[in-house]
């Protein structure tokens, strides 16, 4: 086994566990939006109960929440798995094209 052999090895495991960080977080992401469609209204109240917090304030909180979640999901999943196989697919061309 060469070098570019085990490189190549050890960039497609890389890239499946990118893969499946960006799709864990995607299900994450819709399971929290699910459950403030279906429990928005209980967790409004027992956190506005604890901190004073206004409807729109509660809304704003969660939004801005499922934003940084997505947000930090494609910049740390997505984008490297992009790059990983764009590595990948570089590296299989060059070793085809030389003897």
């Known amino acids: ?29 819709f399971l929290l939006f699910g459950l403030f469609l279906v429990a928005g209204d209980i967790a409004y109240q027992v956190h506005s109960s604890m901190f004073d917090l206004s409807e729109h304030e509660f809304h704003m909180i969660w939004y801005c929440g499922m934003g940084l979640l997505k947000a930090w999901v494609f910049v740390l ?5 992009i790059g990983v196989r764009l590595a990948l ?9 030389t003897p």
């Not at 999943?77 to 798995?81: H, S």
């Not at 697919?89 to 094209?97: F, H, I, K, Q």
């Open 1 to 29: 086994m060469n070098a570019s052999a085990s490189l190549d090895e050890v960039l497609s495991a890389v890239a499946k566990i990118l893969l499946w960080c960006f799709v864990l977080g995607t299900l994450i992401l």
């Open 77 to 81: 999943f997505l984008i490297p798995w």
């Open 89 to 97: 697919r570089g590296m299989r061309r060059r070793s085809a094209r």
